[in-house]
């Protein structure tokens, strides 16, 4: 019927606009095009995998364009917050989709010098109910790589800092999704290395965290595969810490 010509269509551009958005020149007018259409389908009564195709397309797409996309950060937090609190709870995939949606926004707008400030409070509440939630390793994941996100681009808004971190520091290390890694464990290295005070009483517990961490890696490299970056970054801290 109608509605499965519209997600066939929609997947269609789920693989098309975001590699059109790497296309120099002509990219940001691309999105611009596709982009009222992409919220269309992001409304109330849209099903759960048509909006979950949206968040993909707009965390992809806002990826590939970087910071210019920034103008559009404040029409799409709503929805993205929409979707971090009341998503059904059999809809992961969303989930996780819309966690990487919310930082990649934060991140695109930190680097334009902009900030949507009464989205964040709410992305970092639903990020945090999250880790509570009794969701799945995955979505737990993006989750805490969102709230890392924040406190790279935004640690004004992740305040009580100290519970924050609590929160996040007793889910790790990260259980699925490794490709957040190099989000993750470089925030925290960088914690250490900003001599916080309210960091370093986690410094114990995070240093822990980063041979869990390492361990886990060890058993998943494969003959020959290079040693990915945010493993670097923790030995070099390491050595820095013992000169």
């Not at 007018?29 to 919220?39: A, C």
């Not at 998503?87 to 680097?111: G, H």
């Not at 409070?121 to 996100?149: F, K, M, R, W």
């Amino acid at each position: 019927g109608k509605a499965r010509i519209t997600e066939t269509i929609m997947e269609g551009v789920v693989e098309l606009l975001p590699a059109l958005c790497t296309v120099g020149g002509q990219s940001l007018q691309m999105f611009t095009e596709f982009f009222p259409m992409l919220m269309k389908y992001s409304g109330k009564g849209k099903s759960d995998h048509l909006r979950s195709l949206v968040t993909a397309t707009l965390h992809e797409s806002l990826t590939s364009l970087g910071p210019v996309s920034a103008p559009f950060v404040p029409q799409i937090l709503p929805y993205i917050i929409n979707e971090l609190t009341v998503t059904t709870k059999s809809d992961m995939c969303n989930r996780q989709n819309a966690c990487c949606c919310a930082a990649i926004c934060i991140k695109n707008e930190a680097l334009a010098g902009t900030k949507s400030v009464a989205s964040y409070p709410p992305i970092l509440q639903a990020t945090l109910q999250i880790l509570v939630n009794g969701e799945t390793e995955s979505v737990v994941d993006n989750a805490i790589s969102c709230i890392c996100t924040m406190m790279t681009y935004s640690r004004d808004i992740t305040q009580p800092f100290d519970q924050v971190l609590t929160a996040v520091l007793g889910r790790l290390p990260l259980k699925k999704d490794h490709r957040e890694s190099e989000t993750v464990y470089p925030t925290l290295c960088a914690l250490i290395q900003s001599a916080d005070p309210v960091v370093m009483q986690f410094v114990p517990q995070i240093i822990t965290i980063f041979a869990q961490a390492v361990a886990g890696l060890q058993a998943r490299l494969k003959p020959n595969e290079e040693i990915p970056e945010w493993a670097k970054q923790i030995g070099a801290l390491t050595a820095t810490a013992m000169d």
